[in-house]
């Protein structure tokens, strides 16, 4: 029994981004399952018959926290764009062992740094109130920002499982200086687990610059693969940033054995 847990690994979490669900996860997660980590998936709340157009940050990481704390050890937990955020929020409510952002979201106070970001943050004013409505994904969008480096056919396959996402989730992340009740704010002080952050030096979205400032405020280190853009999770590259992960993950448990 002894060997039995001394083998086992860590469960990690992981948390998929806007228009997603825990399918996005579909090749990445292999690695970590044949390292021997029990790999868990989920989609945020709003996707299983709730109201997407009701849900918020605040119900997003609320429900991952509740998976964090139902497992038998303190997971490892990575977010991937707007659930790089999420996964910031749930482990700020529920202790993780290691936290893992791949090109997150900013949270409350990060502003980010070009005219991309500064664009995506009033683009969807064009909608009227889009906070009360479910937001539809837009596929130039998505091509030219998000799955620009995948093969056409696969930026279509990866395209027609998207769906609507919570427009007030997206408008208390992308215009959080608006929002009175601070909702992505996340007190470094509440997140003791160690940080890797991760980022595309193509990335658009959320650039390099923006990921090295939300993980500078957790005292957390920052990966840059300078080839990849935003789709870490299945675009050309995304088997070494896997193996980036797995190496960190590798030195946590060693210093935690040592």
């Not at 937001?135 to 990866?158: N, Q």
């Not at 595309?200 to 853009?229: I, K, N, Y």
Request: aromatic share 8%; proline share 7%; hydrophobic share 50%.
């Amino acid at each position: 029994m002894k060997g039995d847990r001394e083998s086992a690994r860590p469960p990690v979490i992981m948390v998929h981004g806007a228009f997603c669900g825990g399918w996005a996860f579909d090749a990445f997660r292999e690695p970590f399952e044949a390292a021997g980590h029990p790999v868990l998936t989920p989609d945020l709340a709003g996707r299983g018959g709730g109201s997407r157009a009701a849900a918020s940050m605040t119900d997003f990481a609320a429900g991952v926290a509740e998976l964090v704390r139902a497992q038998a050890e303190a997971p490892i937990l990575v977010g991937h764009s707007l659930g790089g955020l999420v996964a910031q929020l749930a482990a700020a409510k529920a202790p993780v062992r290691g936290l893992i952002l791949l090109a997150p979201s900013a949270p409350w106070g990060v502003a980010g740094g070009s005219v991309e970001e500064a664009v995506s943050a009033v683009s969807l004013y064009a909608l009227g109130p889009y906070w009360l409505q479910a937001i539809e994904p837009d596929y130039t969008i998505a091509r030219t920002y998000s799955f620009d480096r995948l093969a056409k056919a696969d930026r279509k396959a990866v395209f027609a499982r998207m769906a609507p996402e919570s427009g007030r989730a997206l408008w208390e992340t992308l215009n959080w200086w608006l929002d009175p009740f601070m909702t992505t704010m996340v007190s470094p002080r509440r997140i003791a687990a160690p940080v890797l952050g991760i980022a595309g030096g193509r990335d658009l979205v959320h650039p390099p610059a923006t990921v090295l400032r939300t993980v500078e405020r957790l005292g957390g280190e920052l990966q840059v693969f300078e080839p990849m853009s935003h789709w870490l999770l299945s675009e050309p590259g995304w088997e070494e940033v896997a193996e980036a992960c797995l190496s960190w993950i590798g030195r946590l448990e060693r210093l935690s054995a040592a």
